[in-house]
């Protein structure tokens, strides 16, 4: 977040003292995008959620392996001092990008980092260790778990999209944690499997990188979407239009999604016949997510949508969500992408579909979930003051950064100033830059609501939002062993609000049959 | 938008325009199609009172489905139609191989462009080779196939005026052309990260006329007239 | 559970199998000409692996959901392989 | 992994699968992608390659394939740990894990007899592709040989307290498959580091 600064090249730096060096800007590239992705979008998306909702949503006392669970957080935790460890060794962390291509991760001189890089590599071994644990409890828990009625097709979306997020982590992650091994004994036994003078081949590191690149976007995706399913459902008051349907949309996407990974290739040196097959895939896989986000609208359509703050993070979400989906395809073109490969135009868009979901997402769920979480209900007026100023302030930073791209300014680039092309668009970096920091600044409601809610919030009761999944039928915040009497059975499908020749507005999946009217 | 892209002076660069444009339209229209209808649904769906019952529709008749699946499989039409449409240019760009006027070999180096001439035998590896750091001439309206090397890390080679990128591998020799329609002066920036020097790594391209490009050549190489 | 173990052949059968297949390979790899060892070679790694998970795996007696554990990410590895070969074949640079 | 303080077992919809058996066969579907992903770099590299006979030659046939009996032979050894267990022989269960994990050491033992013969040559996984490859692939898989001996003799601890056999010895399945899967790898790497 501090490394947007750089918009305004060589000047001091407010709080920090003096203008940051390349060398320390490429450094805080990679860590941005490395802690973001690595150490924010997947503990916050699929950790936290998933060891939270699932036992409740499927009506559980606990996870499948609790130790095992146990294991990961842990595993988690080290994993993240290792990586903030390498701030502070000699030559400092790594600088490669959160990608990290060899040659210049491969060896020492290219990049002048030491430890720094071994210690990222470390890191994301261990996160990844950690999310395998924490994926096989999220795959056994809620195949094995259920409570009685609870068959698999009467599970919450959201459930099935951390279930899809762990099968897709789970089968892409192989290759890359091959390509780590590999990497680390080029950078510390000298071997080359990444370097052509041993006869390696620097292709092959992008080639395992993407095979997991690609569906670990769709991990981060995917739970944060389920979260929006059931917040726009709940307060649509409506059914999931196409329940059934949006599951088999997300396995083709997730199916798809092992085939495109090249995407991230086209001018790379692939060989360019092989653009094509991975331009069309790419593109193929908007049906699927046209899918689900026509069934989303489809659902709020004719329903009685209640305004609260979730609801507002969820359909902003959406929205932002649409134009980083739309965005991708540019990237997915093929000749286009030699154009806009590498430029503001890629940072846009990732940022469109990795903010929507895992900050708009993100703060969607924590203010639908809080209440049970906390067992206080969050402040509506500043949450909504929160979701205004932050869609707002992202949409001037990252809209005007698609013009960016599309002025062929470059990422990754410490100083825009050195190019007498980029440095026509030095007025719309520094406006970025101001408007990121206004991004910032309109966080803090959020953080005195979030902590000052926990004391001084409005006491929840079961189920503050009339909603109908399982983890509303137990006291806020849940008891150890998550229910304080049996477990409720199970009776319906999820979301069933407003039913035909039913009086009462919406039926909680617990509720027997007979004993509604 | 495309007031943003910097002038095209390059025989395909206006074909990756064009299709820049037609996704810009298609997706445009989706984009604002589903914007609006969500901002409707907020408006006209407000819950008004307390007691406002919403409709039951779970999408799971034909019939329902189908406002769904009609916009989907236009979704699958005009995919295929950016698709194909694509598929020729990229072909153009990087598949196709004209016949060169000039050939140069680029080499990346941390952080620099060497430019190798052949020279007038038009042979690499002997004597009148001519290797000039991060400046390369070029005649206008003639096809120059640039073969990029790299030595140590991952550059790419960019021109950003001539829609043409290129990854630069060490342990590769890759192939790209370009036929520059307008004479001038521009950038060849380095748009991979390369280590700490990667910000300022540039070139320019000279795109001489005809007769200056001579002139050019005959000041590199006077012995050959 | 134990149902499958009680028919098919017993674990010392499946040992035998697998020495005597290790033993071949060894014998076929130092005798066969150039590409014929490789392929034979293969061949018998595979039918090792495959008695070893079918009988000693239980894949023999489990469900296809646990096949599919293993059959889907073999086939992935499979996609890996195809999409990687034009690149480090280096076919066309 | 039954937690909660109810009175009453929760009643749970019936599942096709055992919890722990999923959980590693999950486990192994994740591990094929890793030597998968390996594998298939070694082998398209290979191919690449100017072909490695040479270095091939410097490994001993002989000890490769006294370690690819060494580890089907522990395969056995292991499904009789499992068929001990189903019998409830608490003292087979005994011996066969006792030589499963002997016979894991011994595997590990000739391995490192390699490795310092490979050392006292100069053969450092710098040499080359072909013995960055070959360290790569057997160290990777030697360190699940390692934790394999550790699952195992964890196992076999906890199953000889008093009372742990009617606990624990189920997990003899789970430790039965990792086990077999890290032989399937081998019988793969055999031909390929050695033979081929
Ligand atoms: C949550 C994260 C996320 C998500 C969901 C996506 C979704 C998509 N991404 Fe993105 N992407 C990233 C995160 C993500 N991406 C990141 C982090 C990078 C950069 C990595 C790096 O280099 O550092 C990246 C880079 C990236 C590239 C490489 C660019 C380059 O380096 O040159 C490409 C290229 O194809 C691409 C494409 C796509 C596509 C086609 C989708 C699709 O899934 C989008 C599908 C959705 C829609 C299309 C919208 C809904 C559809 C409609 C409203 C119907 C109308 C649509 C049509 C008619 C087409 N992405
Ligand atoms: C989840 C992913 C994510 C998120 C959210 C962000 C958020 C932001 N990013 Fe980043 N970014 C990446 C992932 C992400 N980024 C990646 C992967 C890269 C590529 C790296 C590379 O090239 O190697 C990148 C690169 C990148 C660049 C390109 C640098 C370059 O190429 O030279 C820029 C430049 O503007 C940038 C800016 C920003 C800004 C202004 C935000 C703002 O949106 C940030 C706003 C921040 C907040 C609003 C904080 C709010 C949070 C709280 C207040 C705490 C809440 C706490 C709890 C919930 C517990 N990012
Ligand atoms: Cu060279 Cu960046
Ligand atoms: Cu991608």
Redesign the interface.
Same mark, same amino acid.
């Given at each position: 977040m501090i490394r947007w600064q750089l918009a305004y090249p060589e000047t001091e730096i407010p709080l920090f003292g003096r203008p940051i060096?390349? #060398?320390e800007?490429?450094a805080f590239v990679t860590m941005h995008g490395t802690i973001m992705v690595f150490f924010v979008a997947m503990p916050l998306l699929v950790a936290a959620m998933g060891n939270f909702l699932i036992p409740l949503m499927i +009506?559980?006392?606990?996870m499948?392996?609790?130790r095992?669970n146990m294991m990961s957080v842990w595993v988690l935790a080290v994993a993240s001092l290792v990586l903030l460890a390498s701030f502070f060794v000699e030559a400092g962390p790594a600088?490669?990008?959160w990608t990290g291509?060899?040659?210049?991760s491969a060896r020492i001189e290219?990049?002048?980092v030491e430890y720094g890089l071994d210690l990222w590599i470390l890191a994301l071994a261990l996160e990844f260790a950690s999310f395998?644990m924490g994926?096989? %409890?999220f795959?056994?828990t809620p195949? %094995?778990?259920?409570?009685?009625?609870?068959?698999l097709f009467r599970l919450p979306l959201i459930v099935w999209m951390i279930m899809g997020a762990s099968i897709l982590f789970? @089968?892409?992650?192989? !290759?890359?944690?091959?390509?780590a091994?590999?990497l680390l004994?080029d950078r510390n036994?000298?071997?080359?499997?990444f @370097?052509?003078?041993?006869? +390696? #081949?620097?292709?092959?590191w992008q080639?395992?990188f993407w095979?997991f690149g690609h569906p670990e976007v769709y991990v981060i995706l995917l739970p944060a979407a389920g979260a929006m399913m059931e917040i726009i459902s709940t307060f649509?008051?409506?059914?999931?239009?196409?329940?059934?349907?949006i599951i088999y949309a997300v396995m083709i996407a997730g199916v798809l999604s092992?085939?495109v990974?090249?995407h991230h290739q086209f001018?790379?040196?692939? *060989?360019?016949? @092989?653009?094509?097959p991975f331009?069309?895939t790419t593109?193929?896989i908007?049906?699927p997510f046209?899918?689900i986000?026509?069934?989303m609208?489809?659902?709020?359509?004719?329903?009685?949508?209640?305004?609260t703050t979730p609801m507002w993070f969820a359909?902003g979400g959406?929205?932002v969500f649409?134009?980083g989906g739309?965005?991708g395809?540019?990237n997915g073109?093929?000749?286009?992408d030699?154009?806009i490969? *590498?430029?503001y135009f890629v940072v846009a868009h990732f940022h469109s579909t990795l903010f929507s979901t895992v900050f708009l997402g993100g703060f969607a769920a924590l203010y639908y979930w809080y209440p049970k979480m906390f067992g206080r209900m969050m402040n509506e007026f500043w949450g909504k003051v929160h979701f205004w100023g932050t869609y707002i302030f992202f949409l001037l930073v990252f809209v005007p950064m698609? @013009?960016l791209g599309?002025? +062929?300014m470059?990422r990754?680039?410490?100083? !825009?100033s050195?190019?007498?092309?980029?440095k026509e668009l030095l007025p719309m970096n520094e406006f970025i830059t101001v408007a990121a920091i206004g991004l910032l600044l309109i966080q803090a409601p959020f953080v005195f609501n979030f902590l000052g809610s926990m004391f001084v919030g409005k006491k929840a009761s079961e189920n503050p939002w009339d909603a109908t999944t399982l983890e509303w039928t137990t006291p806020s915040p849940p008891p150890?062993? %998550?229910?304080p009497?049996?477990?409720p059975?199970v009776h319906r499908p999820p979301y069933e609000?407003?039913? !035909?020749g039913v009086s009462e507005?919406w039926l909680p999946q617990s509720r027997p049959e007979g004993a509604a009217s | 938008?495309?007031a943003?892209?910097?002038e095209n002076v390059s025989t395909y660069g206006g074909?990756?325009d064009a299709?820049?444009k037609l996704?810009?339209y298609v997706?445009?229209v989706?984009?604002v199609a589903?914007?609006v209808?969500?901002v409707y649904?907020?408006i006209r769906?407000?819950?008004r009172s307390g007691?406002? $019952?919403?409709?039951?529709?779970?999408?799971?008749t034909a019939s329902?489905?189908a406002?769904?699946?009609i916009?989907?499989a236009l979704?699958?039409v005009l995919?295929l139609w950016?698709?194909f449409r694509?598929?020729d240019?990229?072909?153009k760009?990087?598949?196709s191989r004209p016949t060169p006027n000039l050939i140069v070999r680029v080499t990346g180096k941390?952080f620099n462009w060497i430019v190798t001439y052949p020279g007038p035998d038009g042979k690499f590896g002997t004597a009148d080779d001519k290797k000039i750091d991060n400046d390369l001439h070029v005649p206008v309206n003639q096809v120059v196939r640039v073969l990029l090397t790299g030595e140590?890390?991952?550059h790419?080679f960019?021109l950003? &005026?001539l $829609?043409?990128?290129?990854?630069?591998?060490?342990?590769?020799e890759?192939p790209a052309w370009f036929e520059a329609t307008k004479t001038g002066k521009y950038?060849i920036?380095?748009?991979?990260?390369?280590?700490?020097? &990667?910000?300022?790594m540039?070139g320019f391209l000279y795109v001489h006329s005809e007769a200056d490009f001579k002139a050019w050549v005959r000041t590199q190489w006077p012995s050959a007239g | 559970m134990a149902a499958g173990e009680a028919h098919g052949p017993s674990n010392v059968i499946i040992w035998v199998y697998l020495v005597v297949l290790a033993i071949l390979s060894v014998f076929v790899s130092s005798v066969f000409p150039a590409p014929a060892d490789t392929i034979a070679v293969f061949a018998l790694a595979i039918a090792k692996a495959v008695l070893v998970l079918l009988y000693f795996m239980h894949l023999r007696v489990e469900k296809i959901f646990i096949h599919s554990l293993f059959f889907?990410?073999l086939l992935?590895v499979v996609?890996?392989y195809v999409?990687?070969m034009?690149?480090?074949m280096r076919?066309?640079? | 992994?039954?937690?909660? /303080?109810?009175s009453?077992p929760?009643?749970?919809?019936p599942?096709p699968?055992?919890?722990?058996k999923?959980?590693i066969w999950?486990?192994l579907? /994740?591990?094929?992608?890793?030597?998968?992903?390996?594998l298939?770099?070694f082998i398209?590299?290979r191919l690449v390659?100017?072909g490695w006979s040479e270095d091939l030659a410097h490994n001993s046939v002989a000890l490769g394939s006294i370690n690819t009996l060494i580890l089907i032979t522990s395969s056995f050894t292991i499904v009789e740990v499992l068929s001990a267990q189903k019998r409830g022989d608490e003292k087979k269960f005994r011996s066969f894990m006792g030589i499963t994990i002997v016979l894991g050491l011994l595997f590990l033992v000739i391995k490192g007899v390699e490795y310092s013969a490979h050392f006292s040559e100069g053969l450092?996984?710098?040499k080359?592709?072909f013995?960055?490859?070959y360290?790569?692939l057997t160290g990777?898989h030697a360190l699940h040989v390692l934790a394999g001996i550790v699952a195992n003799a964890s196992l076999l601890v906890v199953v000889s307290r008093p009372g742990g056999f009617a606990r624990y010895s189920h997990r003899a399945e789970m430790n039965g498959l990792y086990w077999h899967f890290v032989d399937v790898v081998w019988i793969f790497l055999f031909p390929l580091l050695y033979l081929g």
């Open positions: 060096g390349p #060398d800007y490429n +009506g559980a006392r606990d499948a392996f609790p095992l600088a490669a990008g291509y060899p040659p210049l290219y990049t002048g395998l994926g096989i %409890n795959l056994v195949i %094995n778990l259920r409570t009685r009625g609870m068959s789970l @089968l892409s992650v192989g !290759p890359l944690i091959a390509g091994v590999f004994l036994l000298g071997t080359s499997f @370097l052509a003078e041993g006869g +390696g #081949d620097p292709l092959l080639h395992l095979f649509s008051r409506k059914t999931i239009f196409g329940y059934k349907s092992f085939l990974w090249a001018i790379s040196g692939l *060989d360019p016949r @092989l653009a094509m331009s069309i593109i193929l908007s049906v046209a899918f986000i026509f069934s609208l489809a659902t709020m359509w004719g329903g009685s949508i209640w305004l359909v959406l929205s649409i134009f739309v965005t395809i540019f073109s093929a000749p286009v030699i154009y490969h *590498d430029t698609h @013009l599309v002025g +062929g470059m990754r680039i410490a100083d !825009p050195k190019y007498e092309f980029v150890h062993g %998550n229910w009497g049996a477990i059975a609000y407003a039913v !035909p507005e | 938008m495309f943003w892209l910097p074909d990756i299709i820049f996704i810009y997706v445009g989706w984009f589903t914007q209808f969500l649904c907020l769906f407000r819950r007691n406002q $019952r919403s409709k039951y529709l779970p999408g799971n329902q489905a406002w769904v699946l916009p989907c979704v699958l995919d950016i698709d694509g598929a240019v990229w072909a760009v990087k598949l941390q140590d890390v991952i790419s960019y950003p &005026h $829609r043409l990128k290129q990854d630069v591998v060490p342990g590769r890759i950038e920036p380095c748009a991979e990260l390369c280590g700490f020097g &990667h910000s300022g540039k | 889907i990410p992935l996609v890996l999409g990687l034009p690149d480090i076919s066309m640079y | 992994m039954n937690a909660g /303080s109810a009453t929760d009643a749970v919809e599942s699968v055992p919890a722990a999923l959980g999950w486990f579907a /994740s591990e094929v992608m890793v030597f998968g992903g390996a298939v770099s398209l590299l390659g100017p450092f996984p710098d080359g592709l013995w960055a490859f360290f790569g990777l």
